[in-house]
């Protein structure tokens, strides 16, 4: 893919947008609609008519009367139950003020309510509908979305980020629109490095398809909430590319400097290289390779996230065309100079000495495995040596592997398999410690990514830093949890008319916390041969009905897309558990679900102020 140079002009977050224009009034663009007779409008009550699809609040006021959209902007609230003095219109819900002749709103951050005009002949009220008011009114849907979800990302408030997106989506805005949207403001709003935040909005884009369209805006609030958490509104210093001259550095000059600027934690040098490559219009797979050539060139930099969020950046970028990619870029930077570098820490001191001399001759191991056939490599049976004790013959097989001719990618599988069964084998005993082994499962997911992008010989030092690092992880299966047994039912031998039953009582026992029912339940799905898509709906829903965390998301994506690439029934089984056991054990809330709920229910023209328990 060729870089898109230079980038279309994004969003300016930084200024204020200008309100939607006015729809007009002239009498050419109106469509007068009779309304009723004007004795039939009291003074100061409102009366709600439906005109046109149009939704309408009209009022007598002094002596003339005014219609305005009888539907709240704040929550709906029907506006025709509100009350007018001196001339400001009262949500009689939570007191937002308009003006009732203009639709004007007196909050500084409220929008306006669409206003019409009123045509009085012989007595009968008239109403002027513009031509095309429903396009207008989606133009008018979709602006004030996107006004409300930067409102929504710079307030920290979930409802009006749900609002928004409920909004942008049903307006027809593509998610790409929405992910490019957060993606530029959770780089741009920050001095931070690659946020939860984008990665959740990333995993959004990789798993649209898995999870159920019912669940896609909760999916997009999510990642736009931690957004809106991990930004402070301010904006990220402004950097450029090196100016264009005949004398451009070449690539072998700028990946050299790019590599000591990074080792030297020189944040601003670092990015400006970064830029200077974009700017150039260099392919992605150059930019990969500077970016995944630093991340590896310590061990194991920031428990592998500096790699995993590294992977994750291009596959945001590639999912939003790189719209804004001069700003989304940046942030990994942070990652690459900010994070820990293992071999500064005293739990990797035994780990160097075995790990330096083979990283020393990791071109001439990369020249066998180019130059070798390839061989296949027996996934299971290697993931049983990499969840060995010692990480020193791991990491002998590893080069043995690589030097004979097999792939990279299948020995990343081979990790993320291990990370999987780390997953499935981890007790609940070890409570607090659930993000190292999502930390290795994420990772080794990630490098195989990696390896689809950009494989090269210093890629291939990520493959044994993630060796060393899922076997200093063996403690986290001491004592090892059971894995559900082949045939293994629930106690009582409970039975279930039909998968959907079976999935309804899979988020029961998600709901209290009942894991090992959970896994139970969903080997005995999988044993039943059941459609695997209603499954991981499930899985989805149930992790999305909380307020999950980033390594839920990334723990699903790696079992998904692990369970496509095996053939292996045994292998296939350990993803889908792991995904049940890691979703299905945490405890959270469910702040997200009921904003997104509420917004959804309002874009319906259901009203809040309705309790669902009435009789
Ligand atoms: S002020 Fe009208 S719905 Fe809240």
């Given at each position: 893919m060729t870089l898109r140079t230079p980038d279309s002009a994004p969003a300016d977050f930084d200024n204020d947008q200008a309100p939607p224009p006015a729809p007009s009034t002239t009498a050419e663009d109106m469509v007068f609609h009779e309304l009723c007779p004007t004795a039939d409008v009291e003074e100061g009550v409102g009366k709600p008519f439906s005109i046109d699809g149009n939704h309408l609040a009209v009022y007598r006021y002094e002596d003339g009367f005014y219609a305005c959209d009888n539907r709240c902007p704040h929550m709906g609230y029907p506006l025709s139950e509100g009350s007018v003095r001196d001339g400001v219109l009262i949500c009689h819900w939570h007191h937002w003020e308009f003006d009732l002749k203009t639709g004007g709103c007196f909050l500084t951050n409220g929008d306006d309510v669409a206003s019409f005009p009123i045509d009085v002949r012989d007595d009968v009220l008239f109403v002027g509908i513009p031509k095309g008011a429903k396009s207008a009114a989606r133009q008018r849907l979709v602006d004030r979305g996107k006004r409300a979800l930067e409102q929504g990302l710079k307030d920290r408030s979930t409802f009006l980020i749900a609002k928004a997106v409920t909004a942008l989506r049903e307006s027809g805005a593509t998610p790409q629109e929405i992910i490019q949207h957060g993606l530029f403001y959770g780089a741009h709003k920050t001095s931070d490095g690659w946020s939860s935040g984008v990665a959740i909005l990333t995993l959004c884009g990789n798993l649209w398809d898995d999870i159920d369209p019912a669940d896609h805006n909760l999916f997009l609030v999510h990642g736009l909430t931690q957004i809106a958490n991990r930004t402070s509104g301010s904006s990220r210093r402004q950097r450029f590319p090196f100016p264009r001259t005949s004398a451009d550095p070449d690539l072998v000059t700028l990946k050299r400097w790019f590599r000591r600027y990074i080792d030297l934690r020189d944040r601003g040098a670092a990015e400006r290289i970064l830029l200077t490559l974009h700017d150039r219009g260099e392919p992605v797979s150059v930019l990969s390779d500077f970016v995944f050539t630093a991340a590896t060139d310590?061990?194991?930099t920031g428990d592998g996230h500096a790699l995993d969020f590294a992977n994750k950046m291009f596959e945001g970028l590639d999912y939003v065309g790189w719209e804004g990619a001069h700003e989304i870029l940046r942030p990994i930077i942070v990652d690459l100079v900010s994070r820990t570098r293992h071999e500064e820490t005293s739990r990797w001191q035994d780990a160097v000495p075995v790990l330096a001399p083979v990283l020393d001759r990791i071109e001439e191991i990369w020249d066998a495995n180019q130059a070798a056939p390839e061989e296949t490599l027996d996934v299971s049976a290697f993931t049983k040596i990499m969840l060995g004790d010692d990480f020193e013959p791991i990491v002998e097989q590893i080069e043995q592997k690589l030097r004979a001719g097999v792939s990279p990618l299948a020995l990343c599988r081979a990790m993320t398999y291990a990370g999987a069964v780390r997953t499935v084998r981890f007790?609940?005993?070890?409570?607090?410690?659930?993000h190292d082994v999502a930390n290795i499962y994420s990772y080794a997911h990630g490098l195989y990514r990696a390896f689809q992008r950009a494989p090269s010989a210093q890629l291939l030092r990520g493959l044994f830093h993630g060796a060393v690092f899922t076997t200093y992880m063996r403690w986290l299966n001491m004592p090892s949890a059971r894995v559900p047994r082949e045939g293994q039912r629930l106690l009582g031998e409970e039975s279930f008319d039909s998968p959907k039953q079976m999935l309804d009582r899979l988020q029961e026992f998600a709901d209290f916390q009942k894991v090992a029912e959970a896994e139970i339940l969903v080997n005995q799905y999988l044993e039943e041969g059941h459609d695997i898509a209603p499954l991981r709906h499930t899985l989805a829903h149930i992790m999305l009905r909380e307020d999950a965390e980033l390594h839920m998301f990334q723990i699903l994506e790696a079992a998904f897309r692990h369970y496509e690439l095996s053939s292996d029934p045994e292998e296939k089984r350990i993803h889908m558990l792991a995904a049940t056991r890691y979703i299905t054990a945490q405890k959270v809330m469910k702040n997200i679900l009921w904003s997104t709920e509420n917004a959804e229910r309002l874009q319906r023209g259901e009203l809040l102020s309705d309790r669902d328990d009435d009789d």
């Open positions: 310590f061990y194991f007790h609940l005993k070890n409570e607090g410690d659930w």
